[in-house]
């Protein structure tokens, strides 16, 4: 499929690239929409790639400020040092002169080994899986372009009886709903839905907002399917800190995904 997840438009200049701020890339409640963090990150990483024309191995965002519907976010790809294999990138987006997010990378392909150590969760197919609904967003939400069904742990629209989980693990499959196989551009939205866990583990209505998200990528495979495992590690003065792995549906590790978060309680009480 030649057609992308994202928007992301070329200018004259070939380092900068800008996307509106459409409902499909946006979440929150009606009337105060605003840009998800992961498709940021996405656009960047996709701004960068096309830019210097090597894949990204890692990449890590602060988010400092919200992008809000109606508004085009340009995005600034900054080649650091360019080695033989290697460049080092930064990419500034911003809406005018207000700086929106930073993301620092790194691109290219070496010759050498590859193996995996980290398997991936045993769980049922995702055909055999219970799908669920966002609990928030409209039909034109970035979070409605995707289809979820719950492998393990409790999903945020879902009964939260029992309280606290003693792990803290969400472990879901995902696919897009418009047909996007797996690639940097796709595995860079979905490893900013670290906070879905976040009721699982404490055992009440949570979520948060993003600090930050750093995505190591290894080899991606072509899948529909992308099996997401979720951990929320530690809440900490009200900062949640999380992580992701993110398989194929055969198994394979294509990146992982660590991410601090500003809790958010949704208005319900806790349960258990």
Known sequence: MDKHFLDL?????SHRWYLSVTPEVTVGPAGKEFLFGGAGMSAAVRAMEATCQRPVIWATAQYLSFARAGNIVDFDVREMTIGNSISQVRV???IG??????VNAALGKREGPSDQWRKAPEVLPPEECQPVQHWR???????????????????PTQSLEGGRS????????????????ATAEL???IADFVPQATAHAVGYNAGGNSLDNTVRFGHI?????????????AIASGVTHGSIHMFSRDGHLMATCSQSLIMRVHGAEQVG
């Open 9 to 13: 438009r070329p200018t004259h200049n």
């Open 92 to 94: 500034e987006a911003h």
């Open 97 to 102: 002169d207000q700086e929106i997010l930073t």
């Open 137 to 155: 967003g409209g039909d034109r939400s970035l979070h409605a372009r995707f289809e979820t069904r719950v492998a393990a742990g409790r999903y």
């Open 166 to 181: 003693d792990d803290g693990r969400l472990v879901t499959w995902v696919r897009s709903r418009e047909g996007f196989s």
């Open 187 to 189: 595995l860079a939205v």
């Open 221 to 233: 495979t072509p899948t529909d399917w992308i099996l997401c495992d979720i951990r929320i590690e």
